[in-house]
């Protein structure tokens, strides 16, 4: 079994952030081989800097192909060593976002598979056609319902995709978090809710007066 590479990019406001996460997995024994953190330049506003995600995770997953990669948010932070994530034989491993039925974007686990390549390459494309609030998380989890009964798939414990804010949390806060991820896109963008569904619903807007 081969083990996985940890891979992330950043923004340049989200820099400081990637270099947290990047001393976060040295700290528990990653060597530096197996990380790839990666500076990003994208123009457009955060929605389109995270529709690249997909789009990324292919590069990465092409120029290493006998390689199994875990995508971690550059927000995130390893408190300990993911052995889930380590030990991984499935096609694809992600951790639920239980209050909102869907699956996490912040950390998800592609192995060397050709089903899970296949899947990539649609999740680029459903991502660059959505413009709901989290075009990377909505379609990769209705891709993962899509395919389930032809992959192997890992449902990670939310321990994997600890959000920091408490109302992600309930009613798991007992738990200790593995992965902890930061939501910096709060702090940077300083994008509320309201902003998010005003974004949304501009977009969709768009869309009808083009048909």
């Known amino acids: 079994m081969k083990l996985p590479i940890y891979i992330t990019y950043a923004t340049p406001d989200y820099t400081p952030y990637m270099v947290e996460l990047v001393e976060s997995l040295l ?19 955060w929605f389109e800097r995270v529709k690249y995600k997909p789009r990324y995770v292919q ?3 092409q120029k290493h192909p ?4 875990c995508w971690l ?18 096609d694809i491993a992600a951790a639920p976002r239980p209050h909102h039925n869907k699956y996490s974007g912040g950390i998800l686990f592609f192995n060397a598979t050709p089903i899970a390549a296949k899947i990539v390459k649609e999740w680029i494309v ?16 209705s891709l993962i319902l899509k395919h389930r009964k032809r992959i192997a798939f ?16 309930e009613p798991f806060t007992d738990c200790e978090p593995v992965i902890r991820i930061n939501d910096a896109r709060k702090d940077i963008y300083r994008i509320s809710k309201l902003e998010m569904k005003n974004k949304s ?4 807007n768009g869309e009808k007066n083009n048909e």
């Open 154 to 169: 890992q449902e990670l414990p939310i321990t994997y995709c600890w959000l920091n804010s408490e109302s992600e949390r």
């Open 27 to 45: 700290s528990i024994g990653i060597p530096k081989e197996r990380i790839v953190a990666s500076n990003a330049y994208i123009d457009g506003d």
């Open 201 to 204: 619903k501009h977009n969709r």
């Open 59 to 61: 590069e990465v997953m």
């Open 73 to 90: 948010d550059a927000d995130a932070v390893i408190e300990r060593k993911p052995i889930l994530i380590e030990q991984c034989t499935a």
């Open 66 to 69: 006998e390689t199994p990669v």
């Open 126 to 141: 459903l991502t660059d056609k959505a413009d709901n609030l989290a075009p990377d998380e909505y379609s990769i989890t």
